[in-house]
């Protein structure tokens, strides 16, 4: 998780969007940690707040299915902040990370949001909270307390920039990481706040009076997360992975001329945009993940460039698809995707793909991550670079894990 997390922070300091955020941020929040890519140095609060909006930039960040979003997204930051600073241990990184991603999963599993809404930015400040708390040597009753701070100012945020192409959104984590670093301060300094907020908060905000049902905690369900082998929003990888599978049975994908796509219902509430401008709304687009992995045989990075959104192969494919709702998916509270092609001879090829590499019964093996982590990171601070930001990661090398950018 920390490896995979770390590889899309740096992949995502490659944008200059991210590198101007991060420079701009600098002259509020100066400091001496180096992001690559940014000349000026920042604080760790600062550093941490640029490397997850970095993290999400590609949309090739961990998950967790239960909690309908990313519980490391605002917490695997502060940890690398911290470790950057050289304030913590690998091994305090680790325990940090394990416990604000525990608090932010049961928080997303409770806090069901509301059409219009977007997951990131909300909850996950519950889980930075208690992280940001433990990096700063506080006990469980530090961490509770942080939590409790944030429960009773918990924000939400809109979808509206990405259905509009915009990538304000990505600044939403951020908002998190700054939040669960506040509110670690104030718990710290003994501040505290009622231990009913979180409900209270559910029931003004969503009109969720019922008592939350949530994991009891006799497991980690970071053992439950997914890390992505696709760059996109989750929902769309089993529509990608079924259109490479039908890539390799239509042979031809020029004599495609309509594609059909039945998946379950939160995938087409999340991710129906379609013929999107920018990559943002590209990203949650299912009828673009398919175009994508049509025409390029995967779906990663390079599907959300400039090159790629001008493509006509893929416009023509994207405009092709149809998306409908597979009932028996959505009633079954499962996830999965079946893609028909129907070709210029009459024939209808079908595939389907009902689980992919990250699901819970089909982990993406360490191989897999270590290989995504210099495919990402490698473009950015070069191979030997992203090698030994890899081995600090994973291993504990004494190697830089945020190397200066190439």
Known sequence: MLADSLGCMIAGLGHARVRGFGAALASAMPG?????????????????????????WDEANEGLARAHGRPGLAVAPLVIAALAKGAVTLAQARAALALGYEVGARAGEAWRIRPGMHVDG???????????????????????????????????ALYAPIAAG???????????????????????????????????????????????????????????????????VRHAHYAAAAALALRDAVGDIAQIRALTLATYGEALRYAANRAPAQAISAQFSLSWAIAAALVQGDLGPAAYTDSALADP??????????????????????????????????????????????????????EAVRAKFLRYAGPVVGDAAARGALAAALDGADAPLLPPAT
């Open 32 to 56: 001496a940690i180096r992001l690559p890519g940014i000349a000026p140095g920042l604080s760790r609060a600062g550093a941490a707040a640029v490397l997850a909006s970095a993290m999400c």
């Open 122 to 156: 909300s909850w996950h400040a519950l889980g930075a909270a208690a992280a940001a708390a433990r990096l700063a040597g506080g006990d469980p009753d530090a961490a509770a307390r942080a939590v409790r701070l944030v429960a009773c100012q918990l924000p939400f």
């Open 166 to 232: 915009m990538d304000g959104r990505n600044t939403y984590p951020a908002h998190a990481v700054l939040l669960g670093t506040l509110a670690a301060a104030s718990a710290m300094a003994g501040m505290d706040a009622p231990e009913d907020g979180f409900a209270e908060a559910r029931a003004l905000a969503l009109g969720l009076d019922a008592p939350a049902r949530v994991a009891e905690c006799d497991r980690f369900l970071i053992e439950e997360a997914y890390l992505k082998p696709f760059a996109g």
């Open 313 to 366: 192969l893929l416009r023509r494919l994207e405009a092709a698809v149809t998306l409908v709702e597979d009932v028996a998916l959505t009633q079954a509270g499962r996830r999965g995707a079946t893609l028909t092609a129907h070709l210029a001879d009459g024939r209808a090829i079908a595939a389907e793909a009902m689980r992919v590499p990250g699901d819970a019964e089909l982990p993406l093996e360490e």
